[in-house]
């Protein structure tokens, strides 16, 4: 059976994966499938099982089943049963499982049933039409009793006996009347679940500005806070559009490289603006990883001054004790260049050479 993730249609993800290696959101390597375990030791009984987006439970073995990332399995669910695919198995489950700080003989894990036969994978992919109709109809009838809210995705489970229902709101919805309506007009067991709009976006998926899927949407489960504090220690325009990502919040990797310019940033001084004997200069711009610090007198705006760190502490040092240098400009970076190229300063403001 061709993999109904993607549009290449070229993945089978019946007998152990996609041929793609990237058709599913969250997708994983499993790097210790083919590692031997030692003589005697059981295969871990416990299984990841991926559903739909980025939902991911764990399954009991019980039958010792032989199964490989990408098989598609039957499992129990309460009521009834529900169809997902093998997203891990073996060692790197067991490492995910103490990862999500779960004990191996937890009660909860409920029970792979079956490797799922072409009846179950056919209504699992009814149901996956009949998500597509619902989620239009969900979005009418919260529409029509003018709740503040937008439904962004459906997920029913394999055997039509249930239906989750995801949604974002600015606060508290009461939608005990939205259910009774979904109950009437769906027949299902109904599940509501409100998210945020960073797993809005994951679930949707999309296109960053920076050409690549989104990082919600693709590996990142670990949605952290961000501030703009964060772009203002990376020396970045604090203009909401560029910012912002699909979500309306600030870019999830504005904190990737965060704690690098935080290290690089202990080495800076608090205080920025000097005083010299030609007047005040303003602190304009830092380039942080060059380590150079750009000033502008009062009186010349348009003349920027690279000073090295080195320097501002020095003149900040010399301020504090009631000193004003002649000048901001580092006048021994220039002699010590004069110096490499063999050049010192003359009478009358000429260079000679150094013999």
């Known amino acids: 059976m061709a993999c109904s993730g993607c549009s290449t249609g070229r993945g089978d993800s019946s007998e152990g994966g996609c041929s793609t290696g990237g058709c599913n959101k969250l997708n994983v390597f499993d790097w210790l499938a083919n590692m031997e375990l030692p003589g005697g030791q059981k295969p871990f009984d416990i299984v990841e099982i991926r559903f739909k987006n980025s939902r991911k439970e764990f399954f009991r073995n019980r039958s010792g089943l032989q199964l490989m990332q990408g098989n598609i399995v039957t499992v129990e669910s309460s009521p009834g049963f529900d169809v997902g695919v093998v997203s891990v198995s073996g060692e790197t489950a067991r490492?995910?499982?103490?990862?999500?700080?779960m004990q191996e003989d937890d009660a909860s894990i409920k029970n792979i049933m079956r490797k799922s036969t072409a009846t179950d994978i056919e209504k699992w992919k009814e149901v996956q039409e009949l998500e597509k109709k619902i989620i239009v109809s969900a979005r009418i009838l919260a529409s029509n009793l003018k709740l503040d809210m937008k439904i962004n995705d459906v997920e029913i489970q394999a055997d039509k006996s249930q239906v989750s229902f995801y949604y974002t709101a600015p606060g508290r919805v009461d939608f005990r009347e939205l259910i009774k309506a979904y109950?009437?007009?769906?027949?299902?067991?109904?599940?509501?679940?409100?998210?945020?709009?960073?797993?809005?976006?994951?679930?949707?998926?999309g296109i960053g500005s920076c050409g690549r899927e989104l990082c919600c949407s693709t590996w990142l489960t670990d949605f952290r806070s961000v501030s703009t504090a964060a772009a203002r220690y990376?020396?970045?325009?604090?203009?909401?559009?560029?910012?912002?990502g699909q979500c309306g919040k600030l870019k999830c990797c504005l904190n990737y490289e965060l704690d690098s310019y935080m290290d690089v940033l202990k080495d800076f001084p608090q205080t920025m603006d000097l005083e010299s004997q030609k007047g005040k200069a303003i602190h304009q711009k830092t380039d942080i990883f060059k380590k150079l610090i750009w000033y502008t007198y009062l009186d010349a705006p348009e003349n920027f001054i690279p000073l090295s760190v080195d320097r501002v502490k020095y003149i900040i040092d010399l301020n504090k004790n009631g000193k004003k240098p002649d000048t901001i400009e580092d006048t021994r970076q220039e002699l010590r260049k004069e110096k490499e190229l063999g050049y010192v300063v003359g009478g009358g403001g000429k260079r000679r050479r150094r013999n």
């Not at 490492?95 to 700080?101: E, F, G, M």
């Not at 109904?190 to 949707?204: H, S, V, Y």
């Open 95 to 101: 490492l995910q499982l103490k990862k999500k700080k």
């Open 183 to 205: 109950s009437s007009e769906f027949r299902m067991r109904i599940q509501m679940w409100q998210i945020g709009e960073r797993q809005e976006a994951g679930r949707l998926g």
């Open 234 to 244: 990376q020396q970045l325009a604090l203009n909401p559009v560029k910012l912002a």
